[in-house]
């Protein structure tokens, strides 16, 4: 008897794993930065995880490499993180929030392998564009 109350290792990539086959069609809702609703499911979050893990092991990416991502929560974001995760890589959430300066020291100090997708540019404009439009609402209350 070894004690273990489970028989796998428990790590992030088995959460989703886990989603997928006990809960495939279980809805995930996000509401984008338009407004807009999306729906999808674990299975669908899975399949598009790995095929991101694919997609970064194919740039060069490898286990134990450190990529940021820059994001708001929504089901793209959850798709980096446990595609990112799966891959064996660690995965570093940027705060939007920070100053863009604070953020390339962050990212120069521990040097890291910031993910070169078009998302991750997309994600800073359309948060810079998000900051700018609670600020202009902050100022009219």
């Given amino acids: ?17 886990h989603a997928r086959e006990f809960h495939p069609d ?7 930065v338009s407004g807009d609703i999306h729906r999808t499911n674990y299975a669908e979050v ?19 490499d ?6 708001l929560n929504t089901y793209r ?8 995760s799966g891959m064996g890589a660690i995965c570093h959430t940027l705060n939007f ?12 100090q521990i040097s890291l392998n910031v ?9 800073l404009q359309i948060c810079q564009i998000q900051i700018l439009k609670m600020q202009f609402l902050m100022k009219s209350i």
């Fill in 77 to 84: 974001h959850l798709e980096m993180y446990y595609g990112i």
């Fill in 97 to 108: 929030r920070l100053h863009p300066e604070q953020a390339v020291y962050i990212i120069n």
């Fill in 66 to 71: 450190v990529i940021a991502t820059l994001a």
């Fill in 46 to 64: 899975c399949l598009r995880s790995r095929k991101l893990a694919s997609a970064l092991e194919k740039d060069g990416y490898k286990k134990g």
């Fill in 26 to 32: 279980k809805e995930v809702i996000s509401r984008m």
């Fill in 115 to 123: 993910l070169k997708n078009i998302l991750f540019f997309v994600m």
């Fill in 1 to 17: 008897m070894n004690g273990d109350m489970q028989r796998w290792t428990p790590n992030v990539a088995s959460i989703i794993e």
